[in-house]
Each structure stands twice: as structure tokens, then as C-alpha cells.
């Protein structure tokens, strides 16, 4: 049997799928800002990835994205294959980025991130060339 919940408060799984969610989705805005660097063969042509590019890649490589994962997905192991890391970053993109639902709370989790900290600038790194490069956002 289920826990009775009083009205108004929400159940673990529901918090985990929308903190899920909110971190996933800022996640991906950090690294749609620095697109251009985000895959191997895309630092020789400076092409831009897609979006759905963007999420396998961080399904597949990301480590703060599968933290974040098994984070929210308690009682689960991340997988091992690329196979089936690359099905989870697909997942994420059709439920969280090409959802126009979803993808619209991007802008509203930076206003939650500067009222939470305002005094503190948003930093990336990436490498180019072999060097680190920081960018403000």
C-alpha cells in the first residue's frame, strides 16, 4: 500500500521527476550557449549541434548530467553502454527540450538561479585547443 500524502504535498517520485527536469533543462541551456565546442568532430568544422545532438551528448558524456540522473533515479544504475546512454539523452529531449511545455521554464530557472545568488556571476568552461576557456553567461 501507498503512503497517504496530505493535500498539497507532493510525492518523492514527483519531486525527482521535476527536479530532474529543472536541472536537466539548465544543464542544456549552459550548453546550448557553448555549442560550437561540444563534440569531438565539431571543434574541427565550428558546426553547431542540434538540440537532439546536444542531449545525446550529454546523456553519453556529461558527468554533472548523469549525477543529476542517478541523483533523481534512486534505485537505478546509469548505464554502461553508449547504446543505451544515447537512449536516455533522446528521452530527455523529447520530454524536457522539444516539449514547448517544459523548455519554456529555461528562462524561468535563471530567475530563480540570480535571486538565489545574486551577487554571483554564471561561469562556463569549455577547452579549445587544448586550453581552457571560461565565458560568462
Same mark, same amino acid.
Given at each position: ?8 504535498? !507532493? #510525492?518523492?517520485?514527483?519531486?525527482? /521527476? @521535476? ?9 542544456? $541551456?549552459?550548453?546550448?550557449? @557553448? ?9 574541427? +568544422?565550428?558546426? %553547431?549541434?542540434?538540440?537532439?545532438? !546536444?542531449?545525446?551528448?550529454? =546523456? ?6 548523469? #549525477?543529476?540522473?542517478? =541523483? +533523481? ?7 554502461? $553502454? ?8 533522446? =528521452?530527455?529531449? /523529447?520530454? $524536457? @527540450?522539444?516539449?514547448?511545455?517544459? #523548455? ?5 530557472? $535563471? ?16 577547452? !579549445? %585547443?587544448?586550453?581552457?576557456? %571560461?565565458?560568462?553567461?
Amino acid at each position: 500500500m501507498g503512503s497517504r500524502l496530505k493535500k498539497g504535498d !507532493l #510525492s518523492q517520485s514527483t519531486k525527482n /521527476r @521535476v527536479e530532474y527536469s529543472y536541472w536537466g533543462l539548465y544543464l542544456f $541551456n549552459l550548453m546550448a550557449k @557553448v555549442n560550437t565546442n561540444a563534440k569531438g568532430h565539431a571543434w574541427r +568544422t565550428k558546426k %553547431k549541434l542540434s538540440k537532439l545532438d !546536444l542531449c545525446r551528448y550529454m =546523456a553519453e558524456h556529461n558527468k554533472s548530467f548523469r #549525477s543529476i540522473w542517478l =541523483a +533523481t533515479h534512486p534505485e537505478k544504475t546509469f548505464p554502461k $553502454n553508449m547504446d543505451a546512454r544515447t537512449a536516455i539523452g533522446e =528521452a530527455f529531449y /523529447r520530454s $524536457n @527540450v522539444a516539449d514547448t511545455r517544459r #523548455s519554456g521554464r529555461i528562462g524561468e530557472i $535563471n530567475k530563480r538561479f540570480k535571486k538565489l545568488y545574486p551577487n554571483q556571476k554564471q561561469k562556463a568552461y569549455y577547452f !579549445l %585547443k587544448g586550453k581552457k576557456v %571560461k565565458i560568462k553567461l
